[in-house]
């Protein structure tokens, strides 16, 4: 176990999937959460943010191997893999090092869960979808970093909401990788060869992004009905664009905030719950500008 509260100084270390404006909203509640309790505990509560430069299990592995190399009272990581094919993670467990999932689920005792319900998330976004286009017609499906716990999740439940409707087809909507970037380019090549496209599902915050540029340039706004998962500010953005029609977003900063303060009990020793449930937002034209407002204030 190390010795920062010794030294009278916090420090928390927290590892996203990759950098990634998502994650940049982690870290600001991480960072709002250790201000506070900077205040409240008369001690520096310091957190570091180490983001691999794109998702990979490799890279995931190697930030939290540096991580485990500091002196930290606390990790708090987004896996981009079960925690099974994450050897790393077990590598922190055995220093004493407390550690937490944030965005992801845990099935592993002892190994505490901060987010919501992915399932439920990825069915909320398939079930509007669906309900907006009538139960007819072609939609596709773009995949995150697939192996990621969470994207999975949202994936298996979007397929399931939409395999109960016989006059939907169901298209391959790529991958992104959690890559804004790719998730245009990828969505650019479903909509040129699907040009009767109904309905774009995601399961990840690039993907919205990129497929609300796709969609864009395509001019087919209004005409596929997309519907976004999180809650960045380009998100909020297409919302308010009419691009995406609405999206099911996770609240970052709250697992951000959550983490730090998880951490923080299990680094005093005290038993922390399996799970936390940070909640779903569902963002519509109807209250995008108070998230937009929200957004722009941190």
């Not at 319900?117 to 009538?134: H, K, N, P, S, W």
């Amino acid at each position: 176990m190390n010795t920062a509260r010794n030294r009278g100084s916090l420090l928390f270390v927290v590892v996203p999937k990759c950098a990634h404006p998502w994650a940049d909203e982690v870290l600001k509640g991480a960072a709002a959460q250790a201000r506070l309790l900077s205040q409240q505990l008369g001690i520096h509560v310091a957190v570091d943010f180490l983001a691999p430069p794109f998702a990979d299990l490799a890279e995931q592995n190697s930030a939290l191997q540096r991580a485990a190399a500091m002196p930290a009272d606390g990790i708090a990581v987004d896996p981009v893999a079960p925690v099974a094919e994450m050897p790393s993670i077990r590598d922190v467990q055995r220093r004493g090092t407390p550690i937490v999932l944030f965005d992801s689920p845990s099935s592993e005792p002892g190994l505490a869960s901060i987010g919501n319900d992915f399932t439920q998330q990825g069915t909320i976004a398939a079930e509007r979808l669906v309900g907006l286009i009538d139960g007819r017609g072609k939609v596709a499906i773009m995949q995150g970093f697939p192996s990621a716990p969470n994207h999975r999740e949202r994936y298996e439940a979007q397929l399931a909401v939409l395999k109960k409707h016989p006059g939907i087809s169901i298209v391959d909507g790529g991958r992104d990788n959690d890559e804004i970037e790719t998730a245009e380019r990828q969505a650019a090549a479903v909509l040129g060869a699907n040009p009767d496209l109904r309905g774009y599902l995601c399961c990840d915050a690039a993907g919205p992004v990129g497929i609300a540029a796709a969609v864009r340039k395509a001019g087919k706004g209004g005409q596929v009905v997309v519907v976004g998962m999180d809650g960045i500010r380009p998100i909020l953005e297409a919302v308010k664009e009419g691009i995406l029609e609405s999206s099911a977003a996770t609240i970052p900063a709250m697992q951000g905030s959550m983490s730090v303060l998880m951490l923080w009990q299990a680094s005093l020793g005290i038993q922390i719950p399996q799970r936390i449930d940070t909640g779903i937002d569902l963002i519509t034209q109807e209250n995008v500008d108070s998230f937009l407002a929200a957004a722009g204030s941190r």
